[in-house]
C-alpha cells in the first residue's frame, strides 16, 4: 500500500521508461487498487467516484486525487468511513480534493460551481454502488443540459479568463500544457460543449492534440518529482523530447504548438456557432434561411462565410481566396462546413497563379488583423499549404528566445497585418504585403534564413504571377529586410559611410521606402522590445538621409559640434550631470562634463547608470580644451525621471576611486542568473568593422547587469577612445556596437580637429585613422573576452 500511494505522489523511480497512454493507465489503475484496498466493500447506497483528470483516467505524478463519496443518506458511518480513506492519503503526502456528498447536495454543489459541474461530468465509479453513481452521473448531466443557456456562458468566460491569464500555448517559451489557451483545459471545456448536446465531441484532430499535452505533461511531471507544474520549460525540452521520441526540443515545441492552434482553433470556430445558436429564437430557426452574395461562389448565410450553391471547389482554385477575402473584409467567420468542404475538395492554384488569385490574396492581407483569423482557418484545413507548400517549413516553428513573440508563420502573418497599416505610404502596396508575408520564410530551411529565403522566393514570385522587375524587387526586400535596424541600432546614422552603404543596398527609393515599412512591421510583429519611439526616430532618420543620397542629395548630418554641445563643454565645473528628458516614452538623456579629457568615462558613466537600473541606448564622447563630454540615451525603468543628485554623487564617487561600481554590480548581476538557467547562451563574439569613418567593435554577448560597463572599462585598459557607443539588446543577448579610436595607432599623425562628432572620429572623410594591427585586434579581443568571462562566472558562481 505504502509503495503504491509513493508511487502517486511521484516518487522519482515509478513507471521507469513508462510514458504516454500506457504511464497513465498505469497510474489509474494504481491509485484504483489502492483505493479499492481502502474502502473494501462499502456495500449499498456508498459509491467512492473519481472526478475531473483521475475521472478521466489521465492522472499523472503529483497529481490531486479527486474524490466524492457519495451515499444515499442512511448511512450512520459514513465519516468514519472517509476517515478510513481520506487519512492514509494524506499521511502518504498524496494530494487530496475530496468531499462527501449524497446525489442531491452533489447536485447542489454543480448547480453553483462551474469546477465542480465539469469534474462530475467526467465522474468515475471506483468502488461502490454503481446505481448510485449512476444517478448523480444522469441528474448532473441532465441538469447540465437544461441550464446550458445560463453555463455554457459562464464556460466561455473562463475559457477566456484562462487565456488572459496564462497566453497562449503555441506562441510561448514555457507554456502551461494545461491552463494556457489552447491547453487541456480548453478541450475540458469542448467536452462540456458536447455534453450539453450543443455541439459534436472534439474531432480526432483535437483528440490526437490533446495525447500530444497529456504525453508532454506526464514528463514534465516526471521531471517535476511530483510537484504541481503543468509548464513545459526550456531547460526540460530535450530531456522530454527524448523520453517521448522527438528528435529534438524543437521538435517537441513545434508539436505543442501545433497541438495548441488546433486546440484554441476548434474552440474559437465551435464557441461561435454554439453562442450564435444561443442567441437565436426558435422562429428564427425555423425560418428560410437568407442567403446574401458576396463575391462569386461566396454567399453569407446566418452570420457565417458559406459557399454558393453552384460552388465548385474542385474546378475553381480561386474560389479559396475569394472566400477568404470576403471573409476578411465583412469581418464574417468562415462556416465550418465551407472550409471544411474547400479543404477536402480545394485543387492546388495552377502556376503561374491567375492575376485575379494574387489580387484576392492581396486583399486578404490588406484588412490587416481581420485577415489573421481567416487564415489560421485556412491554415487548420491544409489550405494555406496547398496554397504556398513553401510554408509547410515556417509552420508552427518556434522561435525559441523571449525576443519573439510567435511561431515563425504566426509572426509572418502577424508582420503582413501591421504592414497593412502603411498600404498608404507606399506606391506598390502588393510587394509590402507580399514581402511582410514571406520576409522570414527562409527561417524553415537549414543555413542562413535570409540566404535561404532568396532562393525560396525567387522560385516562389514568378508562380505567384510577379513579372521579373517585381520579383527583383520582393528579393531586395528578403535581402535588406534586416539592413535598416540594424544600421539604425547598431551603427552611427550620423556616420557618411553608414548612411552610404544603406542607400547603395537599397539601390532605389521604392526599394528603400518598402524595406522602411517593412522594418516596422517586422518589429511589431516580433515582440514588445522589439520596437519603440526611439527605434522608429533612428529608422526614420536614417531613410531620410539615405533618400537624400538617392535623390543626389547632401544627407543632412548634424555639424562635428552643435552650439549646445560646445556651450556644454565651456560649464566651468569640475564635474556637470545633467538629466533631460527625450521625445521618446521613458528616454532621458545624460549629460556629463568633465574638467579633464579621460579615457574610460563611458566604463565609468555606464557602471553608475547600470547601478541605478538605467538601460543605456546610445552613448557619444566628444573633447575639447582639454574637456570631456559624455551625452548618453537612457531607458528608465516605469519611464521615471533618473536621479540627477544621486547620479552625480554616485558619478564622483567613481571618478575619484570612492566608489567601486564593479563591485557593486556584482550583485546585481545575480539577478540574471535566473535567466541565464532558462537560456544557454553562446560564447561572446568579437568583431571588427573597419568599412565606416573608424574601426568599429562589436561586441554580441549575453545580456547582464552592467556588460556595457564591463566592456567600455576592457576597453579602456588596453587604451582605446571610445567615441560613440550603441547598444541593442535582442532578447537575452546584447550587440554593443563601439566607434574607437586609437591613440597609440594616430600618434605621429597629424592632429585633426579636437572634435569627435557622433561619428566617432576626427574627420568625415570616410578613411578609419584608426585601423587597427592584427596584434592590437587579438590584445583587445582578449581584453573583451575576459572581461565578460569574468562576468558569466560571476553569474554562475
Not at 445 to 450: A, L, N, S
Not at 485 to 492: I, K, P, Q, V
Not at 553 to 568: D, G, I, V
Not at 645 to 670: F, K, P, S
Request: hydrophobic content about 45%; aromatic content about 4%.
Amino acid at each position: 500500500m505504502d509503495a503504491r500511494l509513493q508511487a502517486l505522489r511521484g516518487r522519482a523511480d515509478a513507471f521507469p521508461g513508462v510514458t504516454g497512454p500506457a504511464l497513465r493507465a498505469g497510474l489509474t489503475d494504481l491509485a484504483d487498487a489502492a483505493l479499492a484496498e481502502l474502502v473494501g466493500e462499502p456495500g449499498p447506497g456508498t459509491a467512492l467516484l473519481a472526478v475531473g483528470g483521475y475521472g478521466r483516467r489521465e492522472p499523472a505524478f503529483g497529481s490531486d486525487l479527486d474524490l466524492v463519496l457519495l451515499h444515499d443518506g442512511r448511512r450512520r458511518d459514513i465519516s468514519a468511513l472517509a476517515d478510513a480513506i481520506w487519512y492514509p492519503l494524506w499521511d502518504a503526502g498524496v494530494g487530496l480534493d475530496h468531499s462527501v456528498r449524497t446525489v442531491d447536495e452533489a447536485v447542489s454543489v454543480a448547480d453553483s460551481d462551474l469546477k465542480a459541474a465539469m469534474g462530475l461530468l467526467d465522474a468515475r465509479l471506483v468502488r461502490g454502488d454503481a446505481a448510485l453513481a449512476e444517478k448523480l452521473v444522469e441528474r448532473v448531466r441532465s441538469r447540465w443540459r437544461a441550464r446550458a443557456p445560463r453555463r455554457l456562458p459562464e464556460l466561455a468566460a473562463s475559457v477566456a479568463e484562462r487565456a488572459r491569464r496564462n497566453g497562449e500555448a503555441a506562441f510561448l517559451l514555457e507554456p502551461d500544457l494545461k491552463d494556457s489557451r489552447g491547453g487541456m483545459r480548453d478541450v475540458h471545456a469542448l467536452q462540456a460543449l458536447a455534453a450539453a448536446w450543443v455541439a459534436e465531441e472534439p474531432p480526432e484532430r483535437v483528440r490526437e492534440a490533446y495525447r500530444v499535452l497529456l504525453d508532454v505533461r506526464g514528463e514534465v511531471r516526471r521531471l517535476g518529482q511530483g510537484r504541481g507544474q503543468d509548464r513545459l520549460l526550456l531547460q526540460d525540452g530535450e530531456t522530454i523530447a527524448a523520453a517521448l521520441g522527438y528528435p529534438d526540443s524543437v521538435a517537441l515545441s513545434r508539436a505543442v504548438a501545433e497541438a495548441g492552434r488546433a486546440i484554441s482553433w476548434t474552440w474559437d470556430t465551435t464557441w461561435y456557432r454554439v453562442a450564435s445558436a444561443q442567441r437565436s429564437k426558435i422562429g428564427a430557426r425555423l425560418r428560410r434561411p437568407v442567403r446574401r452574395p458576396l463575391d462569386e461562389g461566396v454567399v453569407e448565410q446566418d452570420g457565417e462565410i458559406q459557399l454558393a450553391r453552384d460552388a465548385d471547389p474542385a474546378s475553381d482554385p480561386g474560389l479559396v481566396l475569394r472566400a477568404a477575402a470576403a471573409a476578411a473584409r465583412t469581418g464574417i467567420p468562415f462556416g465550418r462546413y465551407a472550409i471544411d468542404r474547400l479543404g477536402q475538395e480545394a485543387p492546388e492554384m495552377p502556376a503561374p497563379w491567375p492575376e485575379a488569385a494574387r489580387d484576392d490574396l492581396v486583399s486578404l492581407l490588406a484588412t490587416g488583423d481581420a485577415a489573421i483569423g481567416v487564415l489560421e482557418s485556412l491554415d487548420q484545413v491544409g489550405l494555406l499549404v496547398r496554397l504556398i507548400p513553401e510554408w509547410a517549413a515556417v509552420r508552427s516553428r518556434p522561435q525559441r528566445n523571449p525576443y519573439h513573440r510567435y511561431t515563425v508563420d504566426r509572426h509572418l502573418i502577424e508582420a503582413a497585418a501591421r504592414a497593412a497599416t502603411h498600404t498608404r505610404d507606399v506606391d506598390r502596396p502588393d510587394l509590402l504585403l507580399l514581402g511582410a508575408l514571406l520576409h522570414d520564410i527562409g527561417k524553415g530551411y537549414p543555413g542562413d534564413h535570409t540566404d535561404a529565403g532568396i532562393v525560396v522566393v525567387r522560385e516562389l514570385a514568378p508562380r505567384l504571377g510577379l513579372p521579373p522587375e517585381d520579383t527583383e524587387v520582393l528579393l531586395a526586400m528578403i535581402r535588406h529586410h534586416l539592413l535598416l535596424t540594424e544600421a539604425a541600432t547598431r551603427r552611427d546614422i550620423d556616420d557618411p559611410v553608414t548612411i552610404e552603404s544603406v542607400a547603395t543596398a537599397a539601390g532605389s527609393v521604392r526599394v528603400l521606402t518598402l524595406l522602411h515599412r517593412l522594418t516596422e512591421a517586422d518589429a511589431q510583429a516580433t515582440g514588445p522590445t522589439a520596437w519603440n519611439a526611439w527605434k522608429a526616430r533612428l529608422v526614420s532618420d536614417l531613410v531620410h538621409r539615405a533618400t537624400a543620397v538617392l535623390d543626389g542629395r547632401e544627407p543632412p548630418c548634424p555639424p562635428a559640434l552643435s552650439e549646445r554641445q560646445a556651450a556644454l563643454l565651456a560649464l566651468p565645473a569640475d564635474l556637470t550631470v545633467q538629466v533631460n528628458p527625450l521625445p521618446d516614452d521613458a528616454m532621458f538623456e545624460i549629460v556629463v562634463v568633465t574638467a579633464d579629457d579621460r579615457v574610460g568615462l563611458l566604463a565609468t558613466t555606464a557602471g553608475v547608470l547600470a547601478l541605478s537600473r538605467l538601460d543605456v541606448r546610445r552613448a557619444s564622447a566628444r573633447s575639447s580644451g582639454g574637456r570631456s563630454l559624455l551625452q548618453a540615451a537612457v531607458a528608465a525603468p516605469h519611464g521615471e525621471r533618473p536621479d540627477q543628485r544621486r547620479l552625480q554623487e554616485d558619478l564622483r564617487g567613481a571618478l575619484t576611486g570612492g566608489l567601486d561600481v564593479t563591485a557593486r554590480l556584482a550583485g546585481r548581476e545575480q539577478d540574471y542568473a535566473a535567466a541565464r538557467r532558462r537560456n544557454t547562451p553562446g560564447p561572446p563574439q568579437v568583431i571588427f568593422d573597419d568599412s565606416g569613418s573608424v574601426t568599429v567593435v562589436e561586441v554580441r554577448a549575453p545580456d547582464r547587469a552592467g556588460v556595457l560597463h564591463r566592456i567600455a572599462r576592457a576597453l579602456a585598459e588596453v587604451g582605446l577612445d571610445v567615441r560613440t557607443a550603441i547598444v541593442a539588446t535582442l532578447g537575452l543577448d546584447v550587440v554593443d556596437a563601439f566607434y574607437i579610436e586609437d591613440p597609440a595607432a594616430t600618434a605621429g599623425q597629424p592632429a585633426g580637429p579636437d572634435l569627435t562628432a557622433g561619428t566617432g572620429s576626427t574627420t568625415r572623410t570616410g578613411q578609419s585613422v584608426s585601423t587597427l594591427s592584427i596584434e592590437r585586434r587579438a590584445e583587445v579581443s582578449s581584453a573583451i573576452l575576459a572581461a565578460l568571462t569574468a562576468n558569466e562566472a560571476s553569474v554562475a558562481s
